[in-house]
């Protein structure tokens, strides 16, 4: 079984700064996806950012980064010149290489971003 | 523009009582799950189709819960009789057949007095 760690539940940040938050995971598959998950207190759950396990590079969407680090599980959401639409709590998820496939969710970090 | 939708929104009732809760999913995907969201054990999977068969449905109580596809544009979750600690969020998300996303409907409040 797959595990998501986010060891963050709450950060804060600067308007126009950047702020990381970090993820692990732990499972035996070798081929997988990784998403960054955004729900704002409208509760709508939206998808930030999606990772292919077998990629090196790192995905990138506008503002938002992340940091793959395969061997070490990890998977980091950099966020840059945050904005007010920011706040939001950001869950981490893991899916199996398999088309359509369940989501194992982290705990998620609530991210209040500073005026 | 395509989204997956939810009724109703919000929902109280009294434990005992039965409670449906609906989910259209995108036209053309043929995954749909179901997520409970509640503070205390997050984001869980209760059951998924694919191609309106059920493929794991071993996060849902088997007692009290249960989940159809009765055809393509329409998933149904049940519970009956309901009790308190079914309260939750309540997710649906529908998925294309070629690809890992998963498109979140809004969510069912649920609150069972």
């Known amino acids: ?47 930030v950012i999606r990772q292919e396990a077998y990629k090196q590079q790192n995905a990138t969407e506008n503002r ?13 959401l950099k966020i840059s010149d945050s904005q007010l639409g920011d706040t939001a709590m950001y869950f981490c998820a893991f899916m199996k290489m398999s088309s359509g496939d369940k989501l194992t969710f982290g705990t998620g970090t609530r991210l209040a971003v500073r005026p | 523009d395509a989204r997956v939708t939810q009724t109703p929104r919000h929902k109280v009732t009294e434990m005992g009582q ?8 995108i036209l053309g995907h043929n995954t749909v799950f179901w997520y409970r969201q509640t503070m205390m054990q997050g984001l869980e999977l209760l059951a998924y189709f694919r191609n309106r068969a059920p493929l794991d449905d071993s996060g849902m109580p088997k007692d009290r819960f249960s989940a159809e596809m009765p055809d393509a ?3 149904t979750l049940k519970i009956q009789p ?29 609150t069972v007095l």
């Open chain 2, 73 to 75: 544009t329409l998933a």
């Open chain 2, 18 to 25: 039965e409670v449906t809760m609906r989910c259209q999913p």
């Open chain 1, 1 to 47: 079984a797959q595990t998501v760690t986010q060891s963050q539940p709450e950060m804060s940040v600067q308007e126009a700064e950047t702020v990381t938050l970090s993820c692990t995971y732990d499972t035996s598959e070798n081929n997988y996806y990784l998403f960054w998950y955004k729900q704002p207190p409208s509760r709508q759950m939206i998808l």
């Open chain 1, 64 to 76: 938002f980064s992340v940091n793959f680090q395969k061997a070490a599980k990890s998977f980091s």
């Open chain 2, 82 to 110: 309901s009790e308190p600690r079914d309260s939750a969020v309540y997710f649906c998300a529908s998925g294309l057949p070629a690809g890992p996303e998963q498109f979140f409907g809004p969510g069912t409040r649920l």
